[in-house]
């Protein structure tokens, strides 16, 4: 993309938020990359009105515990109003049972907790951080932020995850690096009852991972085999501490222990479903 072009995506969602910025703002904030620059670009905006942001994070027991932190230290970083509601997810028994649209009744779940917030703040603007790249793949959950007219400005900007990470690089943004850390339920296939026991093991041994491989990480279980991805040219390093890696994921209860060789993707759990309308939609 030519310098001119990059201005001038820039440029347009820039007004897409500083519009928005035009009322108290009520943003879903995870910390990732994508909120992360949202609210970065929010608290500019309002700082022209004199407009509010509420940066709201869920509390959730299907998203690894360093989430939290990790969203309470950004959100220090950038400025609003951080906020952060409990929630539990498997309460509803239909999630438990992890079926594909699983995405669609987390969100539809945890929006609607959003909304209630927004509604006593008096803030009319609900904004979310889906990008352009989200919208041609598996995202059921896509589907509740249209429903529940949930904005999502860098989608409405045609902002791809990479166009994201170099602006919030120019930004200065910490979490532009930051591996995204997906709900642990997607570390499990459609049909497997989801279980807190389950997801705490599985969130201790990408832990490990993370501090044995690094860079971008996932253990999927199938049963009694567990699934390890890791970036390709992370392989060496893999096998470097096989040895270590598998006592510890062992020792944590996995029977199996295996590397994957296509390396670590997002929605590798997402390929025998039926894509007939891509984000169930």
């Not at 700082?47 to 509010?52: A, E, P």
Request: aromatic share 6%; glycine share 8%; net charge negative.
């Amino acid at each position: 993309m030519s310098a001119a072009l990059w201005e001038e995506k820039k440029h347009r969602l820039l007004a897409i938020v500083g519009e928005y910025g035009k009322e108290d703002i009520c943003l879903a904030f995870s910390g990732g990359v994508d909120s992360s620059l949202l609210l970065k670009l929010a608290v500019d905006s309002v700082g022209k009105t004199g407009r509010q942001v509420y940066a709201v994070t869920f509390d959730s027991r299907l998203h690894p515990a360093c989430d939290l932190e990790n969203a309470k230290r950004v959100a220090m970083e950038l400025g609003g109003i951080h906020q952060v509601i409990a929630v539990d997810e498997l309460e509803i028994d239909e999630i438990r049972n992890n079926p594909p649209d699983r995405c669609y009744l987390c969100k539809k779940q945890l929006f609607s907790h959003l909304l209630r917030f927004a509604a006593e703040k008096k803030a009319s603007i609900v904004m979310e951080g889906t990008n352009e790249d989200d919208l041609h793949v598996y995202r059921p959950g896509i589907r509740a932020v249209k429903e529940l007219g949930v904005k999502s400005p860098l989608a409405e900007a045609g902002f791809t995850k990479a166009e994201v990470k170099r602006l919030a690089a120019e930004y200065g943004i910490s979490a532009a690096t930051r591996p995204s850390t997906p709900c642990m339920a997607t570390r499990l296939p459609y049909g497997a009852r989801l279980d807190y026991e389950i997801l705490e093991r599985i969130e201790a041994g990408e832990a490990a991972l993370r501090e044995l491989v690094g860079g971008n990480v996932r253990l999927r279980l199938h049963g009694e085999v567990a699934r390890v991805e890791a970036d390709p040219e992370r392989f060496e390093q893999v096998l470097s501490v096989r040895k270590e890696l598998v006592e510890t994921l062992k020792g944590l209860g996995f029977v199996y222990v295996t590397l994957d060789l296509e390396g670590f993707r997002s929605g590798s759990m997402d390929v025998h479903v039926k894509k007939a309308g891509t984000n169930g939609a």
